[in-house]
C-alpha cells in the first residue's frame, strides 16, 4: 500500500511517497500543479490514500482533484491523532507544528521532546514523554529578519547569507547584520534548548525545516537532524485515521 502525503508551507510545498512507512519518492516546489499529481498517479498507481496539511489557501480545483482521485483527507483541529493536545486553541495551531510533533512521536515514543522547525518561521514545540503536547512558541525565521531589517529602514541594505560561520564583530554594515541575524538566531536556539533542559532534563532535541543545514553542525546543543519530519508525521496520521475506521 502506498500513501501520497501533502504538505503546503508558506513559501513551498512538500511531498512524498511512503510505502510501508517508508519514504520511496519526495518532491517540493513553489507551486503545486494537477500534472504533476497526475504523474505521481502514473508513476505510483498502487497510491490509494492521501492527505495533505496546508497553511495557506488551497486552489479548489487541485482539491477536487485529491478528492476524487485518492481516498483523501485534510489534517484539521478536528482529526483524530495519537496525542493529548493540550494547546488552549488547537484550531489556529500550525497544521505542520502539529505534524512535525507526531513525526517526532513516531521516533521517540515516551520521551521529552522539543521539535524545532526553522523555516519561513522558526517554531518551538514540546511534547511530554506522557503523550501530551503543550505547546511551545514562535520567532521570525532568518530570511524574515533579513527582511525585516531592509523593509523597516531607510538604509540598510537586504543581505543574504553564504555562510552561516560568522564572525561576531562586523567590521561593515552587511557583515553586521550577517552577525546580528544568524549570531542572534544560534544564540536563540541554544538558549532556548537551555531553558527547555532545566524542564525537563533528558529532553531529546530534534531540529527540521528548511534551514536545518544551517543549523546541524553549528550549535553548542546537541541535535537529531530530521529533514523529513512532518512528511512522517502526516504518514503516521494517515494509517492512524486508517485503522481508526477499521
Known amino acids: ?32 500543479f494537477t500534472n504533476k499529481l497526475i504523474e505521481v498517479k502514473k ?4 497510491i490509494k490514500k492521501a492527505i495533505f496539511s496546508s497553511v495557506v489557501m488551497l486552489d479548489e480545483d ?8 485518492f481516498d483523501c483527507f485534510e489534517l484539521t483541529s478536528e482529526t483524530k491523532i495519537p ?19 507526531i513525526g517526532a512521536f513516531e521516533l ?34 532568518i530570511t524574515m529578519r533579513f527582511r525585516a531589517l531592509h ?9 543574504k547569507p553564504l555562510d552561516f560561520n560568522i564572525n561576531l564583530i562586523g567590521t561593515d554594515t552587511q557583515e553586521s547584520i550577517l552577525s546580528g541575524v544568524i549570531n542572534g538566531v544560534k544564540a536563540e536556539i541554544d538558549g532556548i534548548i ?6 525537563y532534563p533528558e529532553i531529546i532535541v530534534l531540529f527540521t525545516g528548511g534551514d536545518l543545514k544551517h543549523f546541524d553542525k553549528n550549535l553548542k546543543n546537541n541535535i537529531f ?8 508525521g502526516l504518514n503516521f496520521i494517515l494509517n492512524y485515521n486508517d485503522n481508526k475506521t477499521v
Open 1 to 32: 500500500m502506498q500513501n501520497l502525503i501533502l504538505d503546503f508551507g508558506n513559501t513551498l510545498f512538500k511531498a512524498a511517497v511512503f510505502e510501508q512507512g517508508n519514504l520511496v519518492h519526495k518532491f517540493s516546489g513553489s507551486k503545486l
Open 43 to 46: 508513476e505510483f498507481p498502487q
Open 62 to 69: 487541485l482539491i477536487h482533484f485529491l478528492k476524487n482521485n
Open 83 to 101: 496525542l493529548i493536545n493540550q494547546y488552549k486553541t488547537p484550531n489556529t495551531l500550525g497544521k505542520d507544528r502539529l505534524a512535525a510533533v
Open 108 to 141: 521517540f515514543p515516551k520521551r521529552d521532546i522539543l521539535v524545532i522547525d526553522a523555516g519561513s518561521s522558526i517554531t518551538y514545540d514540546i511534547l511530554t514523554r506522557h503523550s501530551e503536547y503543550l505547546g511551545g512558541g514562535i520567532s521570525p525565521g
Open 151 to 159: 523593509q523597516f529602514t531607510d538604509k540598510l541594505p537586504l543581505v
Open 194 to 199: 537551555d531553558q527547555y533542559k532545566k524542564i
Open 225 to 232: 537532524a530530521a529533514e523529513n519530519l512532518v512528511l512522517h
